[in-house]
């Protein structure tokens, strides 16, 4: 990441008070605190001087690393100054803290300053009363243009777009368009290709920015752009249009609306965020906190966990009563009490590493019907060759250390089924679950974990009941 400061040397990562970033990357305490006792004098003029220079993501850290009071002030001592895009790089509770507790016409004067994708991302989260409050205080074509976006549904490609993009007819030549791009005020500041549309903006061809600006003055645009389009529907599902860009390797394309008239462009750097967004998601589904960010708080925090605790509890309490069963048999040989947790761990952690690879796989769409037979059919011929290879190893150990070589077979039996019960339920239970619509980031973990633990403790139990004639 580049580190932006007002120091004269902008790659300098000596720790010091006009250095943002320290050489691990972290925000300087030192910087922080020059900002605060210069937020505290009100010193205008330095404050401006100090943010002025950093990236919007910089600015978004230093906002997140602030407190609620003092993130206010700093966006109101800067007045004018402040980029509002700053606010699309920090967390949505503090974005919202911020847009709750500045005025309408501050947000407005701000979000009238940025792409439209950037002022979607800000506006989308705000109740629709003040939205509309600000909205109103916008220039007709920008408000209309904003109001079409959040018309689309949350989390689509309509949502992401940018609606500044370059718009030519098939009959003008190379020259004309440049005069036209040099003439032209209103257009995107950043962009990597031309788009190609008729009357009624069906968009017919592409012309990569790079092949543009090779071409001579004359030559026709209909005679230069590539009508092998790739576009993407303004009501897709944003993940999907990121696989788009994953597959063909894209860095913008077109977005149409369900008549297929072009209504606005997707970049890469919103499909970064997209996929960053996704991934995240799944990590934290998978782990049962649901959406929670860094700077919720703690009630909200627990609110989101609880349920899925519940659910935990309620596995557990399953696990606890299948233990019940051979209360005999565990009361008779002491040293299965001490070994029974290895079965179901490792069955555990069988199934969690099949669980991963299977929800990314989904999550990816890398599963078609001959892959998901031969993954079943490797996860379960792993979850055997692995259960034999650590059947011995653990078999022998208990043999040694209990002197007791039928408790090594029984808790070697107990790992192979173990094993193979972990391969197949990591697999099938995701599979299963996305079957029915439910996502399996969501709910796979817990389910997988109580199957190998039930299966483990029953295997390894009943197995040493019959083995040792112990019921």
């Given at each position: 990441m580049t580190n932006y400061s007002d120091a004269t040397d902008y790659g300098s990562t000596r720790p010091g008070p006009e250095v943002l970033r320290d050489e691990d990357d972290n925000l300087n305490p030192l910087w922080i605190e020059a900002l605060r006792a210069e937020l505290d004098q009100d010193a205008v003029t330095d404050v401006v001087a100090r943010i002025e220079p950093l990236h919007a993501s910089d600015v978004g850290d230093l906002l997140e690393a602030l407190e609620p009071d003092e993130r206010l002030h700093l966006i109101q001592l800067l007045g004018p100054n402040f980029d509002y895009s700053a606010l699309t790089e920090v967390d949505e509770n503090v974005r919202a803290e911020l847009m709750e507790a500045l005025p309408s016409a501050d947000i407005a004067r701000g979000v009238a300053e940025l792409d439209s994708d950037d002022a979607v991302y800000i506006l989308e989260d705000i109740e629709a009363?003040?939205?509309?409050?600000?909205?109103?205080?916008?220039?007709?074509?920008?408000?209309?243009?904003?109001?079409?976006?959040?018309?689309?549904?949350?989390?689509?490609?309509?949502?992401?777009?940018?609606?500044?993009?370059?718009?030519?007819?098939?009959?003008?030549?190379?020259?004309?368009?440049?005069?036209?791009?040099?003439?032209?005020?209103?257009?995107?500041?950043?962009?990597?290709?031309?788009?190609?549309?008729?009357?009624?903006?069906?968009?017919?061809?592409?012309?990569?920015?790079?092949?543009?600006?090779?071409?001579?003055?004359?030559?026709?645009?209909?005679?230069?752009?590539?009508?092998?389009?790739?576009?993407?529907?303004?009501?897709?599902?944003?993940?999907?249009?990121?696989?788009?860009?994953?597959?063909?390797?894209?860095?913008?394309?077109?977005?149409?609306?369900?008549?297929?008239?072009?209504?606005?462009?997707?970049?890469?750097?919103?499909?970064v965020d997209v996929i960053n967004e996704e991934a995240t998601e799944d990590i934290k589904r998978m782990g049962g906190v649901g959406d929670e960010e860094l700077s919720d708080r703690l009630i909200a925090t627990v609110r989101s966990r609880a349920p899925w605790l519940l659910v935990n509890l309620i596995s557990a309490l399953i696990v606890s009563f299948i233990i019940s069963l051979f209360n005999g048999t565990i009361e008779q040989m002491v040293a299965l009490a001490a070994l029974m947790p290895i079965v179901a761990s490792m069955g555990g952690n069988a199934a969690t590493q099949t669980m991963t690879v299977t929800v990314r796989a989904l999550a990816t769409r890398d599963l078609d019907r001959g892959r998901v037979r031969r993954l079943i059919v490797r996860e379960m011929s792993g979850g055997f060759l692995n259960g034999c290879l650590f059947a011995v190893l653990i078999g022998c150990i208990t043999w040694v250390r209990y002197l007791n070589p039928g408790l090594g077979v029984v808790i070697g039996l107990a790992m192979i089924i173990n094993m193979i019960a972990a391969g197949t339920a990591g697999i099938l239970l995701p599979l299963l679950l996305n079957k029915l619509k439910i996502d399996p980031a969501i709910a796979s973990s817990v389910f997988v974990t109580t199957v190998t633990d039930v299966v483990g403790f029953f295997a390894f139990l009943g197995i040493a009941g019959l083995w040792f004639g112990l019921f």
């Open positions: 009363v003040d939205r509309e409050a600000i909205l109103a205080q916008l220039p007709a074509f920008d408000r209309l243009s904003l109001k079409r976006s959040l018309d689309f549904p949350e989390d689509s490609a309509g949502r992401r777009m940018q609606t500044e993009y370059i718009a030519i007819p098939p009959y003008y030549t190379v020259g004309q368009t440049i005069d036209y791009m040099r003439s032209e005020k209103d257009l995107p500041e950043d962009f990597y290709q031309l788009y190609v549309v008729d009357p009624g903006y069906q968009l017919l061809g592409i012309i990569p920015l790079d092949k543009f600006l090779r071409s001579k003055r004359d030559v026709r645009i209909e005679d230069l752009m590539n009508r092998n389009v790739i576009t993407v529907e303004a009501t897709e599902d944003q993940e999907e249009a990121a696989r788009d860009f994953e597959r063909y390797d894209l860095v913008e394309t077109g977005v149409v609306d369900e008549n297929g008239r072009m209504v606005g462009v997707l970049t890469v750097d919103d499909i």
